[in-house]
C-alpha cells in the first residue's frame, strides 16, 4: 500500500474515533425525550436507562481493565474488547494510539495545526530523550499501587483523563459562557432576543443536554488539560512519548509486531524529513535502530520518504523487536514508589479508622476499601447525574480518593428512582442496581440532621415544611411534632417541628437541596448511617 | 455586491451590527408587555362547577374528562379557534402515575384532544417540576401524552423564568414560568392530594409549580402566596383530577397505601369552588383550608354552590 493511502486511512480512523467519543461521552446523560408507555407505567417501577454503550471507551482501553483486574480481582464489563487490543497490539505495534486513541488525536491535530518548532530544530526535538523513560516509570508505579490496594490508574489513564476534562471542565465551561449570554437575552426586554434566547438553549441541548452542570474543583481539571495541550509546543505529542501510562503498556506488549519500519541504508540521503515529521520521537532515520516501542504508527516518516528508503512492512521473524528503554534506575524507582503510593494513601485511615461526614458517595458504591481498588476516577458518574449532585472530591476522600465521586448536596441530591450512575460505571466501582433494590433494601447513602439553630420553625422564625414535604420515603423519615414555640416578637406559636426518623432516612439529601436557608441549609446529609459501610452505621 | 472583494473582519462586523439593530428596533416596536388581567376585582359573571364521577367498572377516564367538559356547556365555551392553550398539570414528582402524585395522564390526554378539536392552534403541557424535569416527564406519562397528541412539552428552562409584577398582598415581583403568562388560554389541572402545611394541595397551590425562584420560601405565608398566585394567572378553566387522591404522606406519597380511588373529576370556572368541592371528598369543610377561605376573603371565587351552575355527571 502507498505510503499517502495509509496516511488517509490513520486521519479517517483517527477523526471516526474522536467523534465516537465525544458522542459518547455527549450521551452520558439522560436523554431529554423520554416516552413511556404509561399503561405500562401503571403497573411496574420504571428503570430509566441510557442506551448508548457510553463505558466503551473504557472497555477498550486494557489498562482499566488490567487495574481493576490486579487491584480489585474484578473483571470489568466488556474487558475482552481490551484484551482483543493487547492481543492486536501484539501483532500489530502501538496501532492503538496512531489510529484510534482519541486523547493522541487530539495532541495530534494540535501539534500539527501550528508547529511550534521549524526545520532543523523540529528535528531535534524529535529525537529520542531519556524522559520517554517517564511513562514506563508511571505505568510500573500505577500497577504495582494497584496490586497493593489503591488504583489511581484512572488519574493518568489517557481516557479516563480526556472524559475527565471534556465532561467536567471544557464541556461545562462552554455551557456557563452559553447559559450567561443565553440570560442575558432572556433578560432583555425584547421579545425577539426572548425566543431567540428558548430557540438558543433548545439548539444547544443535544451537546450540553437539559440544564448547565457545574463540578467543584473543575478548574484545575480544566487547567492540567490545558497544560497538556500546550506541552504540545515544546514537542509534539509530549503526552503520549513522555507521561502516557496506556501507551507505555502498549509499548511493551509490541515487542512481537510484525509490522515493522524497514530501512533501506543505499537510499537515504540523510535529509531528516522523516525525524521531522516523526510523532513518537522513535528514531526513523535510517542508520539508527528504530524504537518500535515509542512508535506510534502514524505513519508519517513512510510518507515523508522522498527517496523511498523507508517502508512498513509485515514480516514474520522469530527475532523480537527492540525492547522498550525502561532505564534500570526508572524501573527501581517506580518498584519503590508503587509500593509507597498506597502506604502513603492509607495515612490519613479513611480506609480503616475514621470515616469523613462530607464523602457521601453515590448510591451502588461498594465499601471504601473496595471502591478505591476499582474507581477510575473518570467522571462518567459525575457527568451522568441528572441532578449535577456527584462532584469530584478535592480532601474529602484523602489522597487516596483525589477526584474520586461524592455528593454535594447543596448542588443537587440523589434522586429516589434514579439509577443512572450504578449503570454506567465502567469498572463496577458503584454497582449495577436497580430501582427496586434502591427503594426496598433500601441503599442508604447517609443520613440527614437538623440543625434547629438554623431551623424556621426550631427558631421561632417561621412554619416551613419544606425538607418533609420532599421526603421521598413512605411514610417519611421526617416527621412533625406540634408544638408552642416562642418566636422573636415574644409571640408564641403553635407550630410543627421537623424530626428525623433515622430508620427511614436513606440520605438522598432532597431536603438539605431544598431547604429554604440558603447558603448552610438547617437540615444536612452526612455520610454517617451509610449501608455499604459496616464501621460508618449509627443504628443497631 | 461585488464578489471579487473580500468582506474583512470589520465589514462583516459592521454589516451584522447594522442588520441585528434594524431587527431589534423592530422587536422593540412589536413588543409590549401584557401580563394577564389581574382577578382581584370580582366578576359578576355566574360561575358553574361539573362533577364527574365514574361508577362503572373499568370506566374509561377519558370519556369522563369530556362528559365533564360537555356538561360544561362544551369546551367551545372556554376555549376559542387559533387559541394557543397552555395546561398546567401537577407534574412534580418522578412518580408512576398510580402512586398519586401527578396529574393522572389520561386526563391530560383527553383534554388535550378536546381542546385540539375545539380548533386550538397549540397546545402546550407547561410545569415548573420539583424533580428533575426529564424523569418527571417521562416517569408521570406527560412525555407520552405530549407525543401522542402533539402537544408541545415546556421543559421549565432558566430563560422561561422571568421576573414579574405580581400584584398580590403579599408577594410584589417573582420570577414566573413564562409561557404560562404568554398563553391565550390558561387550564389548571392539579391532582388532588394531601399536605403537611396546607392541610391539601389542590388547584390554588399547584400555581408553585408554575413559578421560580426561591419558592421554597413561600411556605412561610403558603395561604397568602399561593392565592396571590391563583389571582396573578386567573385560569379560564379548573379540572382536578381525583380519580385516585392521596390521602396521606403528601405531597409526594410513594405507596399505594396512601392513596384512595375516589374516580371524581371536578370541573370549574370559579377557583375557590373548585377547590372547595375537591376539599369536601377529603372529609374537609372547604373553610378548613386556609388557601381557599383566604382566596374567596379577597374576592377569588365563592365556595357557596347556591351561586353557582352546578352540574353533576355519572358515567
Known amino acids: ?540 | 455586491m461585488d464578489m471579487n472583494h473580500f468582506i474583512t473582519r470589520r465589514t462583516a462586523l459592521k454589516r451584522l451590527l447594522k442588520i441585528s439593530g434594524s431587527l431589534a428596533l423592530y422587536a422593540s416596536s412589536a413588543w409590549s408587555f401584557r401580563g394577564p388581567g389581574s382577578a382581584w376585582a370580582k366578576s359578576e359573571k355566574k360561575g358553574l362547577i361539573v362533577e364527574g364521577v365514574g361508577q362503572t367498572e373499568g370506566y374509561s377516564v377519558r370519556e369522563l374528562t369530556r362528559k365533564v367538559l360537555e356538561a360544561a356547556g362544551g369546551i367551545t365555551r372556554f376555549v376559542s379557534r387559533g387559541d394557543v392553550v397552555v395546561i398546567k398539570p401537577n407534574l412534580s414528582w418522578a412518580r408512576r402515575p398510580d402512586l398519586g402524585a401527578t396529574t393522572n395522564p389520561e386526563v391530560l390526554e383527553g383534554l388535550i384532544e378536546i381542546c385540539y378539536e375545539a380548533g386550538a392552534k397549540k397546545v402546550r403541557i407547561a410545569d415548573h417540576t420539583i424533580h428533575d424535569a426529564r424523569r418527571c416527564f417521562a416517569i408521570t406519562g406527560a412525555a407520552t401524552v405530549a407525543k401522542k397528541t402533539n402537544a408541545d412539552l415546556i421543559y421549565p428552562r432558566s430563560s422561561l423564568m422571568k421576573n414579574m409584577k405580581l400584584n398580590g398582598h403579599r408577594l410584589d415581583v417573582w420570577p414566573v414560568f413564562v409561557p404560562l403568562v404568554e398563553a391565550d388560554k390558561v387550564i389548571n389541572l392539579p391532582v388532588a392530594k394531601h399536605h403537611s402545611l396546607s392541610t391539601l394541595t389542590l388547584g390554588i397551590k399547584n400555581w408553585i409549580g408554575a413559578v421560580g425562584g426561591r419558592r421554597h420560601a413561600l411556605h412561610q405565608d403558603i395561604h397568602q402566596s399561593t392565592v396571590d398566585l391563583a389571582q396573578f394567572f386567573n385560569p379560564t378553566l379548573i379540572l382536578i383530577d381525583a380519580t385516585r387522591i392521596m390521602i396521606k404522606n403528601g405531597p409526594s406519597g410513594g405507596s399505594l397505601s396512601d392513596v384512595a380511588a375516589k374516580n371524581t373529576l371536578i370541573l370549574s370556572d370559579d377557583q375557590v369552588a373548585a377547590d372547595a368541592l375537591a376539599a369536601m371528598l377529603f372529609g374537609y369543610r372547604p373553610e378548613e383550608i386556609g388557601s381557599i377561605s383566604l382566596a374567596k376573603k379577597w374576592g377569588l371565587g365563592t365556595y357557596d354552590f347556591r351561586q353557582l351552575d352546578q352540574k353533576k355527571v355519572i358515567l
Open chain 1, 1 to 540: 500500500m502507498k505510503a499517502k493511502h495509509l496516511v488517509w486511512i490513520r486521519r479517517i480512523s483517527q477523526t471516526f474515533f474522536l467523534l465516537l467519543f465525544l458522542f459518547l461521552l455527549v450521551q452520558s446523560r439522560l436523554p431529554q425525550d423520554v416516552f413511556h408507555e404509561y399503561s405500562l407505567v401503571f403497573s411496574s417501577e420504571l428503570d430509566l436507562k441510557i442506551d448508548q454503550p457510553v463505558a466503551f471507551f473504557f472497555q477498550l482501553d486494557p489498562l482499566v481493565s488490567l487495574s481493576s483486574l490486579l487491584s480489585g480481582h474484578h473483571l470489568i464489563k466488556g474487558f475482552w474488547w481490551g484484551l482483543g487490543l493487547l492481543l492486536m497490539t501484539l501483532f500489530l505495534g502501538k496501532i492503538f494510539c496512531g489510529f484510534i486513541c482519541p486523547l493522541g488525536t487530539i495532541h495530534h491535530v494540535v501539534s500539527w495545526i501550528r508547529p511550534a518548532l521549524k526545520g532543523e530544530r523540529m528535528v531535534h526535538a524529535n529525537q529520542k530523550s531519556p524522559t520517554q523513560r517517564v511513562k514506563y516509570f508511571l505505568l510500573i508505579t500505577l500497577l504495582l499501587g494497584a496490586i497493593t490496594g489503591l488504583n489511581i490508574a484512572g488519574l493518568m489513564d489517557p481516557i479516563s483523563l480526556l472524559f475527565r476534562s471534556i465532561a467536567l471542565a471544557v464541556l461545562p465551561g462552554l455551557g456557563v459562557g452559553l447559559k450567561e449570554f443565553f440570560d442575558w437575552m432572556a433578560n432583555s426586554n425584547m421579545k425577539l432576543l426572548n425566543l431567540l434566547s428558548y430557540g438558543g438553549e433548545v439548539l444547544v441541548s443535544p451537546v450540553f443536554g437539559y440544564g448547565y452542570q457545574s463540578y467543584q474543583t473543575a478548574w484545575f481539571i480544566g487547567l492540567i488539560f490545558l497544560v497538556i495541550l500546550f506541552m504540545n509546543r515544546i514537542r509534539p505529542r509530549f503526552w503520549c512519548r513522555v507521561l502516557c501510562p496506556l501507551g507505555a503498556l502498549l509499548g511493551i506488549f509490541s515487542r512481537m509486531s510484525m509490522l515493522r519500519l524497514e530501512k533501506d541504508h543505499e537510499k537515504c540521503t540523510k535529509c531528516t524529513l522523516c525525524a521531522k515529521d516523526c510523532q513518537g520521537a522513535a528514531t526513523p532515520v535510517p542508520g539508527q535502530d528504530w524504537e518500535n516501542a515509542e512508535c506510534l504508527l502514524c505513519f508519517n516518516c513512510f510518507d515523508s520518504c522522498p527517496e523511498g528508503a523507508l517502508a512498513f512492512r509485515f514480516r514474520w521473524s522469530p527475532k523480537l523487536n527492540k525492547g522498550p528503554d525502561m532505564g534500570r534506575r526508572a524501573v527501581l524507582g517506580a518498584l519503590a514508589a508503587g509500593i509507597s503510593i498506597p502506604l502513603l494513601g492509607r495515612l490519613d485511615g479513611q480506609v480503616h479508622k475514621v470515616s469523613e461526614p462530607r464523602l457521601i458517595r453515590p448510591p451502588g458504591s461498594l465499601p471504601e476499601k473496595d471502591f478505591l481498588t476499582l474507581c477510575q476516577r473518570c467522571g462518567l458518574c459525575m457527568k451522568v447525574c441528572p441532578t449535577n449532585v456527584i462532584n469530584p472530591t478535592l480532601v474529602e476522600a484523602g489522597m487516596a480518593g483525589f477526584w474520586t465521586p461524592r455528593l454535594i448536596m447543596i448542588q443537587g441530591y440523589c434522586e429516589y428512582t434514579c439509577t443512572l450512575c450504578g449503570g454506567v460505571c465502567p469498572t463496577g466501582a458503584i454497582r449495577e442496581f436497580s430501582v427496586k433494590e434502591k427503594i426496598e433494601r433500601p441503599i442508604v447513602i447517609g443520613s440527614a440532621y437538623v440543625d434547629r439553630g438554623r431551623c424556621l420553625p426550631w427558631s421561632g422564625n417561621g412554619p416551613c415544611i419544606v425538607c418533609e414535604e420532599h421526603c421521598p420515603t413512605s411514610p417519611k423519615a421526617i416527621y412533625f411534632r406540634k408544638e408552642i414555640v416562642t418566636g422573636p416578637d415574644r409571640k408564641s406559636m403553635p407550630i410543627q417541628l421537623p424530626y428525623m426518623d433515622l430508620k427511614k432516612c436513606v440520605g438522598c439529601g432532597i431536603c438539605e437541596y431544598k431547604c429554604p436557608v440558603r447558603g448552610r441549609p438547617a437540615i444536612r446529609v452526612i455520610s454517617a448511617g451509610e449501608s455499604r459501610s459496616l464501621r460508618n452505621r449509627i443504628l443497631l
